[in-house]
């Protein structure tokens, strides 16, 4: 993955910063006293054509033994720098791990700490609606009814905080196996088909090639699609409708989704996928839906394209590549 | 509504404020409660208790829901019990790893009650 290769390049360069110095410098001179002063040596030797017997005494035998010291020198002095960086890379590898290690904790710690008092508000709140514990009024109960739509809410935060964590932290993998895009296609179709008879929006289903298949996370790039269309949904107009349109070319998958909404204006485009963004605060959403769906979509090594006009509607494309298998993660 | 021979349903369970809702619901759905708050006081009470079924945390004190899981389902007084899982725990192989080993469903919180009750009510009537 690109943002991984360049996390390594930047622990590189801070093993380096750590050391004070760049400890390349430092080696050229061991290296250089390794290898180049005894290299000297022997072509001093190969030039003055003598004996033995003259190399092992006098000037000569003087000159190897400085050199064979020399050289000593550059061993210890290459070591010990090749044993600070090796050091300062196991250190860094350790804490890489453990950083990783504390993202799986957080994901789960904020599952556990946040999910278990919601379940238990929101089985309460079921039981005294429900009259479990007594007979309650009818403006009781609408207070009630209030309280669930906001857990429900809370619910739906908590889960997309927490998707959206594992994907940035890369702690989600993606599970790959080889599977029709209009099959899933079609069941996220029906199971928001509730949602949109409540606001009597049409799904429109365009499936070009309903063989199509990819190869990728099949839940996640299902939530990538049922997030489109929802928001497709939520924002068309009562009797409006949403077209999924299914097709391909030579290089990408294409998931297209189009809403008969109020359109998105062309200088709020850009921050349509950042967090907790909703451009129609009336509409009730967590603001993470598209966030969510363009990590989804990037981590299948897509892209998901957006085309809108005021008063007439948008469209959102998602593309991904035919083979994903050609491009290793 | 359940009046005769009420069926007999061991919570194994953490929260004490989701026990009492979990409790309200179902004995007002004519069940009976057993509850254990800890993972080897659930496993001898379901030993001594017999239930018609356990609802298991999986985020428990001194154990944890899946060693309470295994330990039920390789003993053979109660590896008949159909046990539902319900936990705020996320982890990819979680859900496969329990089914694996046995649980009957597997509902993530916070869960729908009345998805519950379908749980509880298809286990039983099964």
Redesign the interface.
Known sequence: MDKRDKTKTTDYKLVIQELKENPYKRLNIAFALMVIVPFLAFLYLLTSRLFTIDILIGNTGFILGVTFFISICGFYIAYNILKKIFNKILDYAFQAKHSDQLKSTF??TV??E???????????I??IF?G??GQINEEQKKVLQLCQVT?ERM?RLINGL?DLHKIEAGVA?L?RNRFNLAEISARQINELQTLADKKNVKIIKEFLDESLTVWGDEDKLSQAIVNLLSNGIKFAPENGAVTLKIYSDSTFAKIECVDTGPGIPDNKVNMLFNKFERLNSVEEGTGLGLAITKDIVELHRGKILVESQVGRGSKFIILLPRDLRETKR | MQTKDPKKILIVEDEKELVLGLATLLKSHGYSIVVAYDSLFGISLAHKENPDLIILDLGLPAGGGLYVLESLKNSVETVDIPILILTAQQGGDLEEKAKRIGALAYLHKPFDPELLLNKINEALSA
């Open positions: 994901v789960a599952s556990h946040l999910k278990n008092p919601l379940s238990s508000i929101k089985i309460n079921y039981n429900a479990f514990i857990i619910a927490l993998n599970k």
